[in-house]
């Protein structure tokens, strides 16, 4: 009788064991590098739109479709690797093969510290309202530091 009870949590465990294999078979965290999932130009749309949003102050005095493009450039790289991409686009990083990519630079009205902060926000519901591993509409975490 004991061993009757034991057949369903054990086949239970089975079962949400198979389901976490399967979920993390599907997410490789490496396929979030420069060259895979992220390309050599990361987000060109974003790059331009961050460079004017952030020399104007003014979200109204930017071009919509700029916004657009790059919430469409965004929406295309799978969800868990955004913040991975907006993280080298406004940082910079030197992929394995020594290639250096991204990395923006300081315009007028716009300094080096600024623009972290505003890829961050790429994401988050105000701007392209997109799921990250964050959560959806969230901002996304960039380290600072990034390459010189």
Do not use: W
């Not at 799921?131 to 380290?143: K, L």
């Amino acid at each position: 009788m004991a061993s009757k009870q034991l057949i369903l949590p054990a086949l239970l465990l089975i079962i949400l064991a198979g389901v976490s294999l399967a979920v993390e078979a599907d997410y490789d965290y490496n396929d979030c590098r420069v060259g895979k999932s992220i390309p050599y130009n990361p987000l060109p749309g974003c790059r331009e739109y961050i460079t004017r949003r952030c020399g104007v102050r003014d979200e109204h005095l930017v071009p919509g479709q700029l916004k657009q493009r790059c919430c469409r450039e965004l929406s295309d790289l799978p969800q868990n690797c955004r913040c991975d991409a907006l993280n080298i686009l406004a940082l910079g990083v030197i992929t394995e093969e020594g290639a250096r990519v991204g990395g923006m630079q300081a315009v007028p009205g716009c300094d080096k510290e600024r623009i972290p902060f505003m890829a961050s926000s790429l994401t988050a519901y105000r701007e392209c309202n997109l799921q990250n591993p964050v959560g959806q509409g969230e901002d996304c975490v960039i380290f600072r530091g990034g390459i010189s």
